[in-house]
T-cell receptor
Framework: GAVVSQHPSRVICKSGTSVKIECRSLDFQATTMFWYRQFPKQSLMLMATSNEGSKATYEQGVEKDKFLINHASLTLSTLTVTSAHPEDSSFYIC???????????FGQGTRLTVV | SQKIEQNSEALNIQEGKTATLTCNYTNYSPAYLQWYRQDPGRGPVFLLLIRENEKEKRKERLKVTFDTTLKQSLFHITASQPADSATYLC?????????FGAGTILRVKS
């Protein structure tokens, strides 16, 4: 299957700082990428849909000024958690699909810990 | 609102048996339904996709059915192995978004 690479896999940051997470589709182009958040023992919660060359579409309840998404190219989307706080600690996962009719492929996930 | 339900309790089965996982959805008419496997601390791994006009799909030891009348999908793993132990997620989709159920934990004991 197609490969989606997410980096970093783990990050610890201090409260008040910003953290950037990268998501790359390695062997296909993705006009749309998705960002999810997962709490322990819970399912994935869709945060936003990232569209190449345009603004991201955020789900209800997700603060767009806190979770900045940039989809700079057909193979790269970034999620920046700004002014992070301990409650932002979570597992963040991106996904991408080659086209609308195919399955989505997921990155390895990023464990964010804010101290 | 859309609701996706999977077996809330863990499924424990003996090695070699067939595991059957259930996914029910309401207030929703998905065009596709996808099944994923997730191991602890990892992203989901795609297993199978079935379309609304397909009743059944197979891949090696895996089989998925899709009943749009019952609004249900069943996921089967035959000849289960301890390595199949993981959380299995169903994800119906219509339109652009992929929304996940809570997942079912499968434990295969040798």
């Amino acid at each position: 299957g197609a490969v989606v690479s997410q980096h970093p896999s783990r990050v610890i940051c201090k409260s008040g700082t910003s953290v950037k997470i990268e998501c790359r589709s390695l062997d296909f182009q993705a006009t749309t990428m998705f960002w999810y958040r997962q709490f322990p023992k819970q399912s994935l919660m869709l945060m936003a849909t990232s569209n190449e060359g345009s603004k991201a579409t955020y789900e209800q309840g997700v603060e767009k000024d806190k979770f900045l998404i940039n989809h700079a190219s057909l193979t790269l989307s970034t999620l920046t958690v700004t002014s992070a706080h301990p409650e932002d600690s979570s597992f963040y996962i991106c996904s991408a699909r080659p086209d609308r009719e195919t399955e989505a492929f997921f990155g390895q996930g990023t464990r964010l810990t804010v101290v | 609102s859309q609701k996706i339900e999977q077996n809330s309790e863990a499924l424990n089965i003996q090695e070699g048996k067939t595991a059957t996982l259930t996914c029910n959805y309401t207030n929703y008419s998905p065009a596709y339904l996808q099944w994923y496997r997730q191991d602890p601390g990892r992203g989901p791994v795609f297993l199978l996709l079935i379309r609304e006009n397909e009743k059944e799909k197979r891949k090696e030891r895996l089989k998925v059915t899709f009943d749009t009348t019952l609004k249900q999908s069943l996921f089967h793993i035959t000849a289960s192995q301890p390595a199949d132990s993981a959380t299995y997620l169903c994800a119906p989709r219509r339109g652009n978004k992929l929304v996940f159920g809570a997942g079912t934990i499968l434990r295969v004991k040798s």
